[in-house]
C-alpha cells in the first residue's frame, strides 16, 4: 500500500477512536469559545472534504466547494462513524495512480478557480487538513475538560512538540 494511503488511514483511525469514546452531547456541543464550533462539524468537515476527493469525475475533477455538509453528520457519532468507515472502504480498495494530474475545484476567498494538481498533492493536502482540523478539535476537547488518550492528536508526530511556557 502506497505511503499516502497508509498515512491517511493512520490518521483517520484518530477520527474512529475519537467516534467511539465521546457522547452525542459531547461530540456537538458548541459552548468553546471563541469560535463556538463543534468537535462534529470538524469531523463532518474532515470528511466532506475526502468525500470530495473520493468523488473524482470522469474528467479527472475534483471539486472541493461540492461538500455535502449533512449536519446529522455532525451531531451523532454513529452517523459520523458510518460516513468514515464508507471513507476508509474506498480509500482501501481503489488502485490509485498518484502522479495523475487532476483538475481541483476550490474557492480560496475570491470565488471559484481551478488549479492542476497531483492525485497524491490533493490527497496529502486532505491529511494535513485533517491533522490541521485535530488540533482545533484538541484545543475544544481541553475547553469541554474532556482528556485524549492520543498523545500527539492534532498534530503530526514526526514534528517535534513545543515546550509549554511557563
Same mark, same amino acid.
Given at each position: 500500500?502506497?505511503?499516502?494511503?497508509?498515512?491517511?488511514?493512520?490518521?483517520?483511525?484518530?477520527?474512529?477512536?475519537?467516534?467511539?469514546?465521546?457522547?452525542?452531547?459531547?461530540?456537538?456541543?458548541?459552548?468553546?469559545?471563541?469560535?463556538?464550533?463543534?468537535?462534529?462539524?470538524?469531523?463532518?468537515?474532515?470528511?466532506?472534504?475526502?468525500?470530495?476527493?473520493?468523488?473524482?469525475?470522469?474528467?479527472?475533477?475534483?471539486? +472541493? $466547494?461540492?461538500? @455535502?455538509? *449533512?449536519? =446529522?453528520?455532525?451531531?451523532?457519532? !454513529?452517523?459520523?462513524?458510518?460516513?468514515?468507515?464508507?471513507?476508509?472502504?474506498? +480509500? $482501501?480498495?481503489? @488502485?490509485? *495512480?498518484? =502522479?495523475?494530474?487532476?483538475?481541483? !475545484?476550490?474557492?480560496?476567498?475570491?470565488?471559484?478557480?481551478?488549479?492542476?494538481?497531483?492525485?497524491?498533492?490533493?490527497?496529502?493536502?486532505?491529511?494535513?487538513?485533517?491533522?490541521?482540523?485535530?488540533?482545533?478539535?484538541?484545543?475544544?476537547?481541553?475547553?469541554?475538560?474532556?482528556?485524549?488518550?492520543?498523545?500527539?492528536?492534532?498534530?503530526?508526530?514526526?514534528?517535534?512538540?513545543?515546550?509549554?511556557?511557563?
Amino acid at each position: 500500500m502506497n505511503i499516502i494511503i497508509q498515512s491517511t488511514l493512520k490518521t483517520l483511525e484518530k477520527s474512529k477512536f475519537l467516534l467511539e469514546t465521546l457522547s452525542d452531547n459531547e461530540f456537538c456541543d458548541c459552548s468553546v469559545p471563541p469560535y463556538y464550533s463543534s468537535i462534529g462539524s470538524h469531523i463532518r468537515h474532515i470528511l466532506d472534504f475526502y468525500d470530495c476527493v473520493l468523488s473524482m469525475d470522469f474528467e479527472k475533477r475534483i471539486d +472541493l $466547494t461540492a461538500r @455535502d455538509r *449533512n449536519k =446529522d453528520v455532525e451531531r451523532y457519532c !454513529i452517523l459520523a462513524a458510518e460516513y468514515l468507515n464508507k471513507i476508509i472502504n474506498q +480509500l $482501501t480498495n481503489v @488502485d490509485y *495512480n498518484f =502522479d495523475e494530474i487532476v483538475t481541483v !475545484i476550490d474557492d480560496l476567498g475570491t470565488g471559484k478557480i481551478e488549479m492542476s494538481y497531483t492525485l497524491a498533492a490533493v490527497l496529502s493536502q486532505a491529511n494535513s487538513h485533517t491533522i490541521h482540523h485535530y488540533a482545533i478539535i484538541n484545543y475544544i476537547l481541553d475547553g469541554l475538560e474532556i482528556s485524549m488518550a492520543d498523545s500527539d492528536f492534532g498534530y503530526n508526530p514526526t514534528t517535534p512538540k513545543r515546550a509549554k511556557l511557563n
